[in-house]
């Protein structure tokens, strides 16, 4: 159960969406264009926001970057046509993960739980990385003492990694456990994922110490 | 010229060589004309010249000859001729180097029955010689003249002419030689004149089969080759204007296709979005409206599939697809796509334990299922799934046991929309899916092919290059 | 056609014309026996006797051939002449004091006749029979019967007309006896 805002311009998908979430067992609100959306964002802050990206007005890569800019909510793109450039585009704007319309709720239902989910499952104490500290019970991290604001899926990203330091996990692996996807999962998913990770742990995100490319395999945590 | 020499090289030689017949026969002409004119004159001057001497010679000495002449005067008269002489009188003659026997009958018939000096040329022995003959008259103090009867004869060689006009000759010769160079450079430039604008005109043709429809020739003067290169020019403009017209109907027709996929996503996606809601609740319905919504929800399944498919199509038709390779596994790839699908039990898979290649994962993914899928569909178990690879080529062959491909179809099982049996309308399939799957193939810079295995059954065997790269960008998708 | 074909034989006919071209030159030199041809006016000069003139009985000009075997040259004749007949039928206008020597020289179309007489010596029949005879041998060696002479004598007398060039009144008409 959580509370979904959903920004659809059009009437009839945005309803059709809004039952179907509903009986998945969310409280769906729904805004009908990028600014009706943010201002329902404020008022209502959700747990998570469904972003047409596709939208009269400002579009939905705007409203994705106002998003991330107020705060750590997770954001699942509706993309129209599901081209390379909109899911770049959406990626780029800080989403989490994207689905193509028209999308079976049971899809988007699965997507949105996994976007939501923070820990993993067996939490194991406070891992101390250098200036890093990772408080997997609290799922709290920080760095050199500053609180780092983490999304959902941000974070559940440095928890896998840093569960096992200095193992490499392909893009594959990380797909399935994270985003909770299929074999056949967008790896891109990944590699932004890693960038937005690197941008708030890393001192130098173009020299990273703690999240680390494994060229043509994927990534792993340390050695640090 | 690139590669003109040996294309022209039939045309230039025949150029080249009529030009050259004709002038240097033209050349030849003159000269020989020239040389028989002059061999003509020297001829006629010696003749002239003998005859006039021989006269005047025996006209000088005839005054002091006694008639009838004895033969002291017949010597008398042969010593005044000179040379080679014969002198005849009745039965007598005189003569020096000259044999009666060799005078052709003519010129003694000739000397003999009238009044006039005459000459002849004879060949004897190889050797020209010039035969001079004349009666003697008598002519009386009224100016009759009668015959004496005494007839004079001389040879005179001709050697000397013979020689002169052989050098005429040989110079006719040369002067036409001479003419054989100064020909050639000059049939060159002509050649060159009259090939350049053909050579044009071919590079312009060439380009234009090559596809370049704006290739045109720039017309010079106002001659045949002028007018064949307008024609050619305006045949070009009309072929560039019909296929600009095809081609922006195609580009419309696909832009149409595109548009309509995209405009029916929408009411698609809500159409998804509330199906599954109907599908939760259709244990409150009666039977038929159950059946009904059941259908419906079928129905929306496949059109979101057809639309799918046709969107994918567009973008190979507008040339966005992009190839998105990356390091996989291609057995894990094929056993993952089954797995993913529930085919795993009905599916043997014939592969190396792994198998490194680069690749489009997703697309790989959508070739595999596709001919699974229609092998599960149309064919009959065994299906099997065969991976095998070499250094550059990966090798992925999906077979069947059912009854195979009919000759008249395996040419179109790639076309889009071709349905080879009634089933496949309900099978779900949308009619593009093999066309995507060689679209994919080939966007791999490999290829997909459909035949029949030797113990019949249907056989598709996808290569691939083992590294496939990822083609240069095109246009942004928009 | 192939293309090979095509330039196997650039120009057909060519060769053929070249040989044709070949041959009508080789055909051109040298020198080729001809037939009879006619090269002018046959010789003339031989005469039985040079033709001498001398008066009949009734003043004509009579010719006579002096039967000598050959025709001999004017002066020969004119010495023949000056020498008098022996036919008592015929006279002669010419009082020849005993030289014959007659000097002859061509001036163009004209004969110049150097007689040793003076105008006395020959009356003016005397002068026709000069010239006929001088004009006859003329003739009879192959010279034209348009040719003039002029008799030149020793003495002439004033306003005579003797040294003008002159014909003769029957060369050409006057019969051979």
């Not at chain 2, 002067?175 to 350049?196: G, W």
């Not at chain 2, 062959?397 to 059912?402: A, F, L, N, Q």
């Not at chain 3, 002439?156 to 014909?167: H, K, L, Y």
Request: charged fraction near 25%.
């Amino acid at each position: 159960m959580a509370s979904v805002l959903l920004i659809e311009d059009d009437p009839s998908v945005r309803r059709g969406l809004q039952l179907a979430l509903s009986r998945h067992g969310h409280d769906a609100r729904t805004a009908g264009s990028g600014e009706d959306g943010l201002r329902e964002f404020r008022t209502h802050p959700p747990d998570l926001v469904v972003l047409d990206l596709m939208l009269p007005g400002m579009d939905g890569f705007a409203v994705c970057r106002r998003l991330r800019e107020a705060g750590e909510v997770p954001v699942i793109m509706l993309t129209a046509r599901g081209d390379d450039a909109d899911v770049v585009g959406g990626l780029e704007a800080g989403a989490d993960d994207y689905v193509v319309k028209p999308v079976q709720p049971a899809v988007l239902d699965a997507r949105i739980r996994a976007v939501l989910r923070r820990g993993t499952s067996a939490p194991d104490g406070v891992r101390v990385y250098r200036d890093l500290r990772i408080d997997t019970a609290a799922l709290t991290v920080t760095l050199a003492g500053e609180p780092v604001a983490l999304t959902p899926t941000e974070l559940r990203l440095l928890l896998t990694l840093s569960r096992s330091p200095g193992r490499v996990l392909s893009r594959q692996q990380l797909l399935e456990e994270v985003w909770e996807h299929g074999y056949l999962g967008d790896s891109r998913l990944v590699d932004n994922g890693v960038q937005r990770l690197r941008a708030k742990v890393e001192e130098n995100p173009a020299a990273p110490e703690y999240v680390q490319t494994v060229r043509g395999f994927g990534y792993r945590f340390g050695p640090v | 010229m690139t590669d003109g020499p040996g294309r022209f090289r039939g045309l230039r030689a025949r150029l080249l060589v009529a030009f050259v017949l004709v002038t240097v026969l033209g050349a030849a002409a003159a000269a020989w004309t020239g040389a028989v004119l002059a061999r003509n004159a020297l001829l006629e001057e010696s003749r002239r010249q003998a005859a006039t001497t021989i006269g005047g010679r025996v006209t000088a000495v005839a005054p002091t000859l006694d008639l009838p002449p004895d033969q002291v005067t017949l010597d008398r008269l042969r010593d005044a001729v000179g040379g080679r002489a014969l002198v005849v009188h009745e039965n007598r003659t005189s003569a020096r180097g000259l044999d009666a026997g060799v005078l052709p009958d003519e010129l003694r018939a000739a000397v003999r029955g009238g009044d006039r000096i005459v000459t002849q040329r004879v060949v004897a022995d190889g050797t020209p010689w010039l035969l001079v003959g004349t009666p003697l008259v008598t002519t009386a103090p009224d100016g009759a003249r009668t015959p004496s009867g005494i007839e004079v004869y001389a040879a005179r060689d001709l050697a000397d002419v013979q020689r002169q006009i052989d050098g005429l000759t040989t110079r006719a010769l040369a002067t036409a030689a001479i003419v054989l160079p100064l020909a050639i450079v000059l049939a060159l430039l002509a050649a060159r004149s009259v090939l350049r604008p053909v050579r044009d005109l071919r590079d312009t043709a060439r380009r234009l089969a090559d596809g370049d429809l704006g290739a045109r020739s720039p017309p010079r003067g106002s001659d045949e080759l002028a007018d064949l290169t307008l024609t050619v020019n305006r045949m070009a403009g009309s072929v560039q204007t019909s296929m600009e017209a095809m081609r922006r109907m195609e580009a419309d027709a696909r832009r149409f296709a595109a548009d309509v996929s995209h405009e029916l996503r929408t009411p698609l996606a809500t159409l998804t979005a509330v199906m599954e809601v109907l599908d939760g609740a259709t244990d409150d319905l009666d039977r038929d409206a159950r059946e009904a919504a059941e259908l419906a929800i079928a129905e929306t399944h496949r059109l979101v599939r057809l639309v799918e498919d046709l969107m994918e199509v567009s973008r190979f038709d507008a040339g966005t697809a992009r190839l998105r390779v990356e390091d996989a596994d291609a057995t894990a790839v094929v056993r993952e796509t089954l797995r993913a699908r529930g085919w795993t039990d009905q599916v043997r898979v014939d592969a190396p334990e792994h198998l490194p290649a680069r690749f489009d994962r997703r697309r790989i993914d959508v070739v595999v299922a596709n001919l699974v899928g229609n092998a599960l569909r149309h064919g009959r178990q065994p299906v099997r799934v065969g991976v095998c690879a070499s250094a550059d080529t990966l090798r992925i062959e999906v077979s069947d046991r059912g009854p195979g491909l009919p000759d008249d179809v395996i040419g179109h099982v790639f076309d889009r929309f071709y349905k080879a049996d009634a089933a496949r309308v309900r099978s779900g399939g949308s009619g593009l899916g093999l066309a995507i799957a060689r679209e994919n193939a080939r966007l791999h810079g490999g290829d997909l092919t459909a035949g029949n295995d030797d113990g019949g059954g249907a056989r598709f065997v996808l290569t691939l290059p083992r590294q496939a790269r990822e083609p240069a960008p095109r246009e942004e998708e928009t | 056609m192939s293309d090979g074909a095509r330039r196997g034989t650039p120009v057909p006919g060519a060769v053929p014309a070249v040989l044709v071209a070949v041959a009508v030159l080789l055909a051109g030199c040298g020198v080729p026996p001809s037939g009879v041809i006619d090269g002018g006016r046959a010789p003339t000069g031989v005469a039985p006797g040079p033709t001498l003139y001398f008066v009949g009985p009734d003043g004509e000009l009579v010719a006579q051939t002096r039967d000598t075997g050959r025709l001999g040259t004017i002066s020969d004749a004119l010495a023949l002449l000056l020498t008098g007949t022996q036919d008592p039928a015929l006279r002669t206008g010419i009082t020849s004091g005993g030289t014959t020597r007659v000097g002859v020289t061509h001036d163009g179309d004209t004969i110049e006749l150097h007689l040793p007489l003076a105008e006395y010596d020959v009356t003016p029949r005397g002068l026709d029979q000069i010239a006929c005879t001088a004009l006859a041998t003329h003739v009879q060696a192959g010279g034209s019967a348009d040719t003039r002479v002029r008799v030149l004598l020793t003495v002439t007398e004033p306003g005579s007309d003797a040294g003008e060039p002159r014909g003769c009144p029957v060369v050409g008409r006057a019969a051979v006896r």
